[in-house]
């Protein structure tokens, strides 16, 4: 039997009759008919029991289609259209950037005259990165923003309201600017979420009320800019600011900060810009630990009620390049190491208490542009060395008692000098001849001085000077002619001095103020000067008529004064 099926099992097998072949395909295909109504019948039921599947996502170019409707179509846009979004296409649309997926990234919608609020459609941008709709009319705070947010700038603008929770969602946040708005509110402590956040500003705002006592550590460790300026914010500067050890950029001028100025901001030694002016902090001085702020580059500390000796820490600060302590109640001298400072670009110590001589010892700030020692107690000469600074645009040297004659270097080596201002010292001597050597002078002020001589010829060849106040010196001589043609010259006044000369009758068009009272000029009163707004000329020796269609020739003239001329006739 073994044998006998081994064998079997290798013998052919028999083909199958036609009878039975039919017979099993139409078993088959009743078979499969009973498997297709079954399936029909389980997606019939599964459809009637759940919900159809979502919509496909709106494509990034219709979310920004629908940005530009929900704006009122704006001009900037009109490159945006439904007929240029096939292929990512829109990635080529101004103001849009996309990676290289072609996903969008960013949006750059700066000053494009757009209005209202921020359209919802931006936040169905998953992939935004980077969103600037700065300088517009933006009037709230965006409702919806993608979580992948990394830069946002809405400064300059209209947004009213305080700063929304939402915004504590944006995890990957490092850039938040919103400058110059309308906010209110306290201090959002909802950005305490955002831990990667690095530059924070937040001024001309009307946030206010006191500066959390843990803003240090809840706005974490990334920090490196905080700008508070121009707000409401009240109460002291919290220790715990000392906390942001990354912090390069600290300003909150311009607020109503009391207390007095923390020791612990000495700690903060990466800053390089600290600005605390404008601010009613209790008559204290500057903390000593300062001197640890060696790289600051930026110290603004103007009106905050410093007393008490020039602070002596600003000498160790190598890298400094502005220095403002202006309107405070400094007394003593300017510390001599002040001007051993070589990278120092502007000094403004106006305002103070401060006298003395001013002695520069071992000078290297060459690199000033302006100094400003303007109303203080300070004696003695004008260092000469100011005439060789080659960078210098302003010099204010006013309300002082300096004595001596001005240094006659000052413009010579300076080919960028605009202003200065020397009134109200005790200055003699001549005028120097070399102000205006490289032709940008604009304004010069020397009025309550006892300088002599006459007005240098080569002044009137100063094509830029705009104002001219050489008024209460002792300066006699003819006024030259081409006084009175400068084309830029508005503002002058010559009054109370010695000077001689005539008036031309038809005056610069430029002009717009003329003070020439108690003085020795001759001659007619001038017919014309369309632009005279103030003509001044009393206490000197013009004759003959007051011309009778002055009215006319002077069409804006709303002050004149003649008295004690030898003039005749009548004003119209």
């Given at each position: ?26 078993a088959?295909a ?6 297709v ?43 945006w ?75 300059w603008?209209y ?14 946040l490092?850039?938040l ?109 500057l ?43 400094l ?6 190491g ?49 005439g ?18 001005f240094?006659?270097d ?34 010069f002020?020397?009025?309550g ?39 830029q ?49 009393d ?19 709303r ?7 030898n ?6």
């Amino acid at each position: 039997m073994m044998t006998t099926n081994r064998m079997h099992s290798l013998l052919p097998a028999r083909p199958p009759s036609p009878s039975t072949t039919a017979a099993s395909a139409r078993a088959c295909a009743y078979r499969c008919l009973v498997l297709v109504l079954l399936a029909c019948h389980l997606h019939h039921h599964g459809a009637s029991t759940q919900p159809l599947p979502p919509p496909p996502p709106v494509g990034e170019a219709e979310l920004l289609l629908q940005i530009k409707r929900a704006w009122g179509d704006p001009p900037a846009l009109a490159a945006w259209n439904s007929t240029s979004t096939a292929g990512g296409s829109h990635c080529r649309w101004p103001h849009v950037g996309c990676d290289s997926a072609g996903h969008v990234t960013s949006l750059t919608l700066v000053g494009i005259n757009v209005n209202g609020p921020v359209p919802d459609a931006v936040g169905g941008l998953s992939g935004l990165t980077h969103l600037d709709v700065s300088h517009n009319s933006i009037i709230s705070f965006p409702k919806t923003l993608p979580r992948s947010l990394q830069y946002l700038d809405l400064s300059w603008n209209y947004i009213m309201g305080s700063i929304p929770e939402a915004v504590g969602n944006l995890s990957s946040l490092t850039h938040l600017d919103i400058l110059h708005n309308s906010i209110t509110g306290l201090f959002p402590t909802v950005l305490y979420r955002c831990r990667s956040l690095q530059y924070l500003r937040m001024s001309w705002n009307d946030i206010g009320g006191e500066l959390p006592d843990d803003i240090g550590r809840g706005l974490g460790v990334n920090l490196s800019t905080l700008n508070l300026q121009f707000n409401k914010f009240n109460g002291t500067i919290p220790a715990s600011l000392s906390k942001l050890q990354n912090l390069r950029y600290l300003i909150l001028d311009d607020n109503h900060l009391t207390g007095t100025i923390p020791m612990e901001l000495g700690e903060l030694t990466s800053l390089e810009v600290l600005s605390i002016s404008f601010n009613p902090f209790n008559i204290g001085m500057l903390p000593v630990s300062f001197k640890n702020l060696t790289n600051l580059v930026s110290l603004e500390a103007g009106r905050c009620n410093l007393f008490g000796s020039f602070p002596s820490c600003i000498a160790k600060m190598s890298k400094l390049e502005n220095l403002g302590l202006y309107g405070n109640s400094l007394t003593g001298s300017i510390h001599p190491g002040v001007w051993g400072l070589k990278k120092l670009q502007q000094l403004d110590v106006s305002m103070n208490n401060l006298t003395g001589d001013m002695v520069v010892g071992s000078f290297v700030a060459m690199n000033l542009t302006i100094i400003d020692v303007s109303d203080n107690n300070f004696t003695g000469v004008i260092p000469e060395v100011f005439g060789r600074l080659e960078n210098l645009t302003e010099l204010r040297l006013s309300n002082n008692r300096f004595t001596g004659t001005f240094p006659p270097d000052i413009g010579k080596h300076s080919p960028g000098l605009q202003s200065i201002e020397a009134d109200d010292n005790e200055l003699t001597g001549a005028i120097p001849e070399a102000l205006c050597t490289a032709g940008q002078l604009q304004h010069f002020f020397i009025s309550g001085n006892r300088l002599n001589g006459p007005i240098p010829a080569i002044l009137t060849k100063c094509d830029t000077l705009q104002e001219l106040d050489l008024s209460s010196n002792q300066l006699s001589g003819e006024v030259p002619k081409a006084t009175w043609t400068m084309g830029q010259l508005a503002w002058v006044s010559l009054r109370n001095n010695l000077l001689t000369g005539s008036l031309p009758s038809t005056m610069s068009n430029s002009l717009t103020y003329l003070d020439i009272g108690s003085n020795q000029f001759t001659g007619r009163i001038p017919s014309v000067a369309v632009r005279l707004i103030y003509f001044i000329a009393d206490n000197n020796w013009f004759s003959g008529e007051i011309p009778a269609d002055v009215d006319s020739g002077m069409p804006l003239l709303r002050q004149l004064n003649l008295a004690n001329n030898n003039l005749s006739g009548r004003i119209p």
